[in-house]
């Protein structure tokens, strides 16, 4: 892995840099290893995939990096920014000023419409961009004013990733964006995550099952087991417009 | 144990919050219940055990003189068990440590204890002995006022005629559980005793030998009260009877009757609105746990459990909590109806008090606590059963959620979106916001009916003490003298103003209706004891006619222009025709007023009076005390400052134990709404919280949305609240409305902001409890998991 590094140091700083992450969730008597020392640095504008299976510890990967999780030892630089060192307080400005995420259940507010779900972000944001552009972003400028309950799955999907990139984050992280949804819908879903980083330059980590998504990736990261099995990058990502699965 | 079982007290414990707000307030209903049942139990059982044992009269009159045969005629009449002559006369008591004279009522007994009506409890020292005519007995309440100890020596004016009297027992009798003076309002035991002197003794000083001038009657279960009157009133009207009456015009009796009644009030009243919002709080408790169970249930059908299985689950967590209600309310209202019985024990005087909860006062409050539990749960519950299976397992659709009102006039673009959040959520589930704003509202009821007490008694006392009643203090005179008297009066050092009155006892029918009131006759120019109407306005009894309390106006159904039929208890005892000239708004007692020139003639006398209020110089007053303790024709004085003592002591020691109950529940019930409704609302509303908290949202901003909620139910209940405490006080002022007093609908400003004030801290305290959570909010395990 150490080389891994090396191969990417050249000319980009790293957006994150892991140092012997390391999360343990303490049971009576059997302890449960879900990250076992990560050393990993990500870079700023690369789009990347973490595979695995259930349990290999690419979610928990996920959420320490998004400030949503601590980990039990080791270290997360968030460029010069020691995660691991923050309170929650700070962790939250963090959330707020940087990360954009994406779940696989979309977990809009229903009470709101979708624009206004934008609006929730862009309201707390210093220089975001106005929910009718970030809706125009993922192609769902003509629903703008419905209520999730209105909403198919792949527009709630793609609100979800209007809502956050409409901050234009540094960081987007998608746990299994298009893991509730059918091939097409999904594919709609990655192209609008592919978009707005593109877009926006944002560094966009994206978690999931489906070994085909990978293609979109410029690099794949393989979990196993709570370490890192294997890293693997793509010489020509594919636009996500042409995976099928 | 089997699973479902396990399944139950691991839901029971997950909701143990709620649970235990939903139990408290459960506890709340049932205490009130018990306490006021029991209360009321132990004080019918002691007054039924102490008037059988100590043979409490049923009929009571008194003549001016009439020979002990007639007594034994009376004692012939069909229906009557016993007919006993006595000797009750009001005298001026002189003690010595007291600057004032004391006003005393002696009752003639038979020494030796012959007596066999109205019997006494000694509870110090001995009976009166035969052969010793200044012995007295005195009431308990009098003896402690003034640390009376057995052989001290008093001085009574007797028939004009100072004498010593010495102590030599202390005593109680069902006849004075409730020992006021006439005039009075609340007993005094300082000012007012009773004294039992022997039979001889005061034959002689009120030269009444072989005569009697108090009847008392006990009579068979199957007499008739009005016809034996009607009897006694014929026997005794050529001696100068004034009308027997039964036990419900007995002063102490009719009070006792009353604080029963008002006890009976409390039980009807209080309870309902305490076991209505649990039924709420279980209704919405209930169907949310049971909407996060819906898979569950889904599945437990799909293995084949029955509607009723799977209902009777749900059904037996509500009686679980409602049965650890039930044993917190039977709990508190034992330990509060004992402390409500001790207060009786000191207001009222009983030689005993039996304290005890009935097996059906717990009975009855389990069942109706109960009741309510079931019914506020079932429709829930019944949703639960009914829903098919495979739609149960099957995730809801997401809430259909609609801009609401305020943003569709034209609001929306002032609110930020939690704004949006926080009112559309609110406009979503209409009813529970509503029933939410409803539990919270009785809560600032209840807090303002419990205030309510203290000003209307407050007002009350105001009113009395220093609207109408404005004299120092009231003088009666044994006979009734011309007015000359006044000038005698004047005369005493220390006395700045005097004005006279008249009153006399009649009998006033209108119809088949009629009452026995005391009518006073007023000069038009009074300054000191003024009849004042409701607005404030003194009112002056025209030169005709009469002038009616309200609450006597009721009673007999009389209206501004009919005609009474008024016949005076007194003197040449004229039956006269009277117009109703007015109708006045009283708080205390039966009024009925008249020009005291008009009351002269209507009884066919002279310039007569009664008595006298007078305005003293409080400077000089040890020396008006010590001429007055020398006037002999003095009958009864009354010290305005020390009846208003009396009365604040009262209210310190007897509204406030139970003001503080009534504040103590309402801040429950408080607790318990807004609670629950918070806790619901976070359980509901965590995805959506957890979802901010992830985009970014602070802990503080995420908690303004819950807080922002609560904030909004609580400031609309305020007012609605502050409405139904003064339709509660109302309700109250109809049932206190009682013959004795009457409560003046008044709130105080202050009360309607301390009600507001502990609401909202109730808000705030709740508001931080369930906040405390928002901050341990599993991000994570929220957004992973489906809605």
New interface residues.
Partial sequence: MGDVQKDNAGSRAPVFRTVGLTKVYRGDGNDVWALRGVDLALYEGETLVLLGPSGSGK?TFL?IL?G??HPSSGQVFFRRQELTALD??AL??Y???H?G?V???Y??????TAR??V???T??AANPLSPEEALALVGLEERMDH????LSGGEQQRVAVA?SVA?RPDVLLC?EPTGALDSATGISVLEAIEGASRELGTTAVIITHNAGIAAMADRVIAFADGRIAGITVNAEKLPARTISW | MTPLNKKLYRDLWHIRGQALAIAVVIAGGIATLVMALSALDSLQETRRAFSEQYRFAHVFAHAKRAPDWVAREIGAIPGVLRAEGRIVQDIIIDIAEMQEPARGRVVSRAAGGQTHLNDIVIRRGRDLRHGYPNEVLVNEAFAQAHGLQLGDVIHGNFNQRRRALKVVGVALSPEFVYAIGPGDIVPDGRHFGILWMSREALEAAYDLKGAFNNLTLRLTRAASLAEVIVQVDRLLAPYGGVGAYGRADQLSDAFVTSEMEQLDHLAVVIPPVFLLIAAFLFNVVIARIIQADREQIGLLKAFGYSNIAVGWQYLKLVLLITGLGILIGWAMGAWMGYAVTGLYRDFFRFPFLYFQVDPSTLAISAFVGIFSAVIGALSAVRRAVTIAPAVAMTPPMPSAYRTSLLENLGLARFLSQPARMILRYLFRWPLRATLTITGIAFSVAILVMSLFFFDAVNKMMDIHFFETERQDMTLTFVDVRTDAARSNIDDLPGVLMVETFRIARAKLRLGHRQERVGIIGIDGDMELSRLVDVDGRVVTPPPEGIVLSEKLAELLVARKGDILTVSTLEGRRLVRQVPVVRIVRLYIGLGAYMDRRALNRLMGEGDIISGAHVLTDSKIEPTLYTSLKGVPALLGLAVRRAALNVFSAMIREHLHTMIFFYLTFAALIAVGVIYNSARISLSERARELASLRVLGFTRREVGTILAGELAILTFVALPLGCIAGYGLAGLLVNLFDTKLYRLPLYIADSSYGYAVLMVIGATIGSAWLVLRRVAQLDLIAVMKTRE
Avoid: H, Y
């Fill in positions: 979610s959420n998004g949503l999780d929650d307080n939250t400005r959330r707020r000023d990360i995420f779940f696989q259940f977990n809009l507010i229903p009470s709101l206004e779900n609006a929730l972000v309201e707390i209520f999730p309950a209105q809502r901050k746990d």
